[in-house]
């Protein structure tokens, strides 16, 4: 019997590491990118002065270039790199707005789902079990309007893209609404940064500084974007209204 109970913790360090072996491995990616040198070719610095040698790869291998890009996309966006929009810069550069934007919004995707799953098999089951009522409460009401919630989070310019990744994990959203969510949430930013990307030769010519900082909170691109969050908060509203007693 004193057998069986010292197996026990043995078997639950197991689970446990197991468990959380993604995220082990995803933190252990992050950090072997960063000790190769990784950020110094996602950068500005690197694009100006490879321009070229990417241009002519991309009209040898156009087909290639972008399944390799739209891999490359998710594999950072999978480990976190907080460099998104400068990636975003370079499929922009490579490919145009249209196509740059596309391959974009794809790889990204299936980075934000493989960190989500990621994030949902390490913790999120761990975390419903703790939560206390606000929570629980928090949860109910995200689930009873879950695909307005996840896209109004999508489109909040101030949050961070790998934050957004990970939160949805720690409650129990359906993967299906995720993706939908992420994909057409993430499609007015790809395209803004795109647009830059496709520009940013003429920028580099004219000798001037490129400037990414509050790009997403112009006006011309806010605007639209809140458009955007008040059209998928409307089903919240209405459900709030409609569930209200009527007052005499």
Do not use: W
Request: charged share 15%.
């Amino acid at each position: 019997m004193s057998e069986n109970i010292t197996a026990a913790p043995k078997d639950e360090k197991k689970g446990g590491l197991k468990r959380f072996a993604p995220l082990i491995v995803i933190a252990a990616a992050l950090a072997a990118f960063f000790a190769l040198g990784g950020p110094q070719y996602v950068s500005l610095e690197s694009l100006k002065d490879n321009r070229e040698t990417l241009s002519a790869l991309v009209h040898d291998n156009f087909v290639l270039a972008i399944i390799g890009f739209i891999a490359l996309y998710a594999a950072l966006t999978a480990i976190s790199f907080p460099g998104a929009s400068l990636l975003s810069i370079f499929g922009g550069f490579l490919f145009g707005t249209l196509v740059g934007g596309s391959a974009i919004t794809v790889g990204a995707t299936i980075g934000a789902t493989g960190i989500f799953l990621a994030a949902r098999y390490a913790i999120g089951d761990a975390l419903t079990k703790k939560a206390g009522p606000y929570m629980q409460k928090f949860e109910a009401g995200l689930k009873e309007n879950e695909i307005s919630y996840l896209f109004i989070l999508r489109l909040i310019p101030a949050f961070p893209f790998f934050i957004v990744n990970i939160v949805p994990a720690l409650f129990d959203v359906k993967l299906r609404n995720y993706i939908l969510t992420t994909f057409f949430g993430i499609i007015p930013g790809c395209f803004v940064y795109a647009s830059v990307g496709a520009g940013i030769g003429a920028i580099f010519d004219s000798g001037a500084d490129v400037k990414l900082s509050g790009l997403m909170t112009e006006p011309k691109i806010l605007l639209p974007i809140l458009g955007l969050m008040a059209l998928a908060a409307l089903p919240i509203i209405y459900k709030k209204f409609k569930g209200s007693p009527a007052k005499v």
